[in-house]
């Protein structure tokens, strides 16, 4: 399975995230108190192996997903809970994407996934060009 054309995401996070509405949903919560978690887009992930698809056909959400997912599963809050162990191909997980920026530098953006109901928290800078939001770049930040 590859993307379509030109296409950064697959067809599941186009559906999802990237649809425009949901998308700005995401936004929204650019300026805000950023402390307020029921703020932002939430929906359920793919199963673990249409997300292992997705990346694997160059997908950029996919892989943050991924990524994003071993991580919660190694840091869960209940270390009862914490695995390396890959996930079951079925598996889902709620997520809430949130995009934040700081008055002190409001050219800079972040970007803030939150898996599960530990709402493991990762972010990312987002790089934008100029200010212009037509080409991102990220890269994980250590802060929240
Ligand atoms: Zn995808």
Not at 21 to 32: I, T
Not at 109 to 124: E, K, Q, R, S, V
Request: with cysteine; proline share 3%; glycine share 6%.
């Amino acid at each position: 399975m590859g993307l379509r054309n030109g296409s950064l995401v697959c067809d599941n996070c186009r559906k999802t995230l990237f649809e425009f509405s949901n998308f700005q949903q995401a936004l929204k919560v650019l300026d805000l108190d950023g402390s307020d978690l029921s703020r932002g887009y939430t929906y359920n992930t793919p199963t673990w192996k249409e997300i292992d698809d997705g990346e694997n056909a160059g997908c950029n959400w996919c892989d943050f997903l991924w990524g994003d997912i071993l991580e919660y599963r190694k840091s869960r809050l209940d270390k009862h809970l914490r695995t390396e162990d890959t996930p079951p191909e079925d598996e889902t997980w709620k997520i809430t994407v949130r995009f934040r920026r700081r008055k002190e530098s409001p050219h800079n953006m972040t970007l803030h996934t939150y898996i599960g109901d530990d709402f493991f928290p990762n972010g990312y800078a987002v790089h934008t060009n100029h200010g212009m939001w037509t080409h991102w770049s990220f890269s994980r930040c250590a802060d929240e």
